[in-house]
C-alpha cells in the first residue's frame, strides 16, 4: 500500500477547497422544532449536489431518498466493506445563512480579524500555532462557517476523487452516507442501514489534526413535572402549595459541583435546560451525562430520591419524575471491535499524525448508529471551535483527514471478512 502522508497533494490534486467553499455557502441549518425528516428543506439543496457530484466521481448509483440521506457505493478491488459517513446539516446555536468565507492564505501567526467585531485569538487557539504557513479558513464575523461537517464532506469527496484518478489503489468496497439532521441528535433516526450495506464504518465530524473518538458521553433526558395548589392569593395562607416555589428548590439543591459550567474530561452532569409552567403546576427539563451507563442510571435516581425528599417536605406537592434514553456511549461495544481503533489509530500515524483519543463529552452520529448495530467511531475533519463566528479551519488539516481516510481504507481488514465475504456495491 502506497500510505497518504502529504496533504499538498491533496490540495493540488484534488478541488478538495473548491468543494469546501461550494458547501459552506449553502445554508443547511437544521431545526430542532421541527418534526419532518430533513428538519429543514434547505439540506437537499446540498444533498442534491452531492449527489451530482458523487456520480462525476464514478458512484454510479449516487441518490438522496425522502429524508434526505444521500447513499453511494464504490465497488473495491480488495475484501470487505467500509462506510464513509458526514453530516449535512449546520447547528441551530448561530447562523448559517450567507457565509461569506475569508481566506487567511500563508497565516504568519497572530489573531484573526473576521469582521463584525468577532476575532480569533492565537491565545485562546493553541492549535493555530500548528497551521503557521497554512490556508485558514473563517467566515465573516456574522455566522459560523460550518466545517463542522462540510470539511468532512469534503475530506470524503477528495478521497474519492484520489481513487478515481489512482484505480490501482486497492481498497475494500465503499459505502458513502451523506445524511441530515446529527446536530439534532436526529442523524441516525432514518438511517437507511440496508441501501449502505456496509457492517462498519466511520464519522468524518471529529475536530483538530489527528483527532479520534471511540467514547462519547451515556445521555438521558429528564422532565420533572411539579404539581401545587392553586388558591387565591388572598386567602391562601396554610393552603395554597406553590409548584414554582418548590420547582425552584429543587433546582437550588442540584449539585453546583456536577454541572457542565464546572466538570470537564471524564465527569458527568446535570444541567437543567429548559423551564415552564405556573404557580398551579410546572416542570423543568434536564440532560444527564456520564460516560459511564451504571454512573448515569444512578443519576437519574438521585433525581428520583430528591423528588421524594420533597414530597416529604410537603406531601400534598406532587413531583413526576420521567427518564428518556437519548443515546450511549460507543465505547461498550467498539470494545468488542478492538481491530478498528488499533486500524484507526495506525491510518493516523500514517498520515504523519499522532492519534489523539478523546472522548467526547457529547454525543455523535456514531454514538446512535453504534447502538443500532453499525459500529461507527469519529475521525477529524479539521475544524475548530464548532457552532459559533470563530469556527475556523486550516485546509492542509482537512486533507490530512482526506489522508488518513485513505489510509484506512487501504489497510481494512475487518474479522467479518474472514468469516463472510461483505460487498455492498
Ligand atoms: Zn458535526
Not at 229 to 256: D, E, Y
Amino acid at each position: 500500500m502506497q500510505p497518504f502522508r502529504d496533504p499538498e497533494q491533496i490540495l493540488t490534486r484534488t478541488r478538495l477547497v473548491e468543494r469546501f467553499l461550494r458547501y459552506v455557502a449553502i445554508d443547511t441549518q437544521s431545526d430542532e422544532e421541527s418534526e419532518s425528516c430533513p428538519s429543514t428543506e434547505k439540506q437537499f439543496d446540498l444533498a442534491r449536489i452531492l449527489v451530482e457530484e458523487l456520480r462525476e466521481l464514478g458512484l454510479d448509483d449516487a441518490s438522496v431518498d425522502e429524508h434526505g440521506y444521500v447513499i453511494a457505493h464504490r465497488r473495491g478491488t480488495r475484501p470487505g466493506a467500509l462506510g464513509w459517513i458526514a453530516h449535512l446539516d449546520t447547528a441551530p446555536a448561530f447562523s448559517g445563512t450567507g457565509v461569506q468565507v475569508r481566506l487567511h492564505e500563508n497565516y504568519a501567526g497572530g489573531d484573526l480579524e473576521l469582521g463584525h467585531g468577532v476575532t480569533i485569538a492565537a491565545a485562546d487557539n493553541p492549535e493555530m500555532a500548528q497551521c503557521i504557513g497554512d490556508t485558514l479558513i473563517t467566515a465573516s464575523g456574522d455566522t459560523l462557517l460550518g466545517a463542522d461537517d462540510k470539511a468532512g464532506i469534503a475530506a470524503i469527496m477528495a478521497a474519492l476523487e484520489i481513487l478515481q484518478s489512482h484505480p490501482e489503489i486497492e481498497v475494500p468496497d465503499l459505502a458513502i452516507c451523506f445524511n441530515p439532521d446529527e446536530e439534532i441528535g436526529r442523524g441516525a433516526h432514518r438511517f437507511p442501514f440496508d441501501s449502505f450495506g456496509a457492517p462498519e464504518a466511520i464519522t468524518v465530524d471529529g475536530g483538530f489534526a489527528g483527532e479520534m473518538n471511540v467514547e462519547t458521553f451515556s445521555a438521558d433526558r429528564a422532565r420533572v413535572r411539579f404539581t401545587g395548589i392553586a388558591v387565591h392569593p388572598g386567602t391562601a395562607k396554610g393552603k395554597m402549595v406553590n409548584a414554582l416555589t418548590w420547582m425552584g428548590k429543587f433546582l437550588a439543591r442540584l449539585p453546583m459541583a456536577e454541572t457542565p459550567e464546572c466538570t470537564e474530561g471524564r465527569e458527568g452532569f446535570f444541567h437543567p435546560t429548559g423551564v415552564s409552567g405556573d404557580a398551579a403546576a410546572c416542570a423543568c427539563d434536564l440532560i444527564l451525562r456520564d460516560f459511564d451507563t451504571k454512573t448515569l442510571r444512578t443519576r437519574g435516581e438521585r433525581l428520583r430520591q430528591m423528588a421524594e425528599a420533597l414530597r416529604a417536605e410537603e406531601p400534598r406537592l406532587r413531583v413526576e419524575v420521567e427518564i428518556v434514553e437519548q443515546y450511549r456511549n460507543m465505547a461498550e461495544v467498539l470494545a468488542q471491535h478492538p481491530h478498528f481503533s488499533t486500524q484507526l489509530t495506525e491510518a493516523i500515524e500514517q498520515a504523519g499524525l499522532e492519534a489523539d483519543l478523546q472522548p467526547i463529552r457529547g454525543g455523535t452520529d456514531g454514538s446512535q448508529l453504534t447502538a443500532k448495530g453499525l459500529p461507527c467511531p469519529n475521525l477529524f475533519a479539521g475544524g475548530v471551535n464548532f457552532h459559533g463566528p470563530r469556527e475556523w479551519i486550516s485546509a492542509r488539516v482537512m486533507a490530512l483527514s482526506a489522508c488518513t481516510l485513505l489510509n484506512l481504507a487501504q489497510a481494512w481488514q475487518s474479522p467479518r471478512d474472514s468469516a463472510e465475504t461483505t460487498r455492498v456495491s
